[in-house]
């Protein structure tokens, strides 16, 4: 059995926007994180109160539990933080690489044709965003053909009309 051949994967495809998304996912992701910490410390400080307020003498059992608490929950928290930025961040680069991706090609595949020559049929990876644009892009083409074989005098009097130009 042979080795699978090596192959590279691009994941930036469109660094401005690639970059951007995922500048405003992982932010999303820490304010959240900055919320349900702030939460969590509103949370003990509210126990510590309900201590104070039922009168229980500093260092007392209940006090001690919530501080062990606290040191528990920053712990596990700081984890959970941690683990869930990665995932958020992971997440961006592939979905905005579903998105990046179409439009890369759309753009290349643009690029590269010419009026006279449009032979291969504009495609997306399958697991893509967008797969609706290359099949829209594609009748639009065979229906230009069309009109190009079959009437083509009416394919030229509409981009007349189209660039602003008068027909006879």
């Keep these: 059995m042979g080795v ?9 495809i469109n660094k401005d926007f ?5 500048i405003y996912t992982t932010a999303i992701a820490l304010i959240t994180i900055a919320a349900f910490y702030t939460m969590l410390s509103f949370f003990f400080q ?3 109160d309900l201590g104070i307020e039922a009168g229980f003498p500093p260092g007392h059992v209940y006090f001690r539990f919530i501080d062990d608490s606290r040191a528990d929950m920053n712990v596990y928290f700081l984890i959970t933080s941690v683990s869930v930025f990665i995932l958020i961040f992971i997440s961006g680069l592939l979905f905005s690489h579903k998105i990046a991706g179409p439009i890369y090609r759309m753009i290349t595949y643009l690029r590269s044709i010419s009026l006279d020559k449009i032979s291969e049929k ?3 990876r399958k697991k893509d965003f967008f797969q609706e644009l290359s099949e829209a892009y594609n ?3 065979q229906y230009l053909r069309n009109a190009a074989t079959h009437e083509p005098d009416k394919l030229i009097e509409a981009l007349k009309l189209r660039e ?4 006879d």
């Design 4 to 12: 699978a051949p090596y192959k590279r994967r691009v994941y930036l």
């Design 18 to 22: 690639q970059i951007k998304f995922i």
């Design 46 to 48: 509210s126990s510590i």
């Design 122 to 124: 504009l495609s997306f």
């Design 139 to 141: 009748k639009r083409i």
């Design 164 to 167: 602003g130009e008068k027909t």
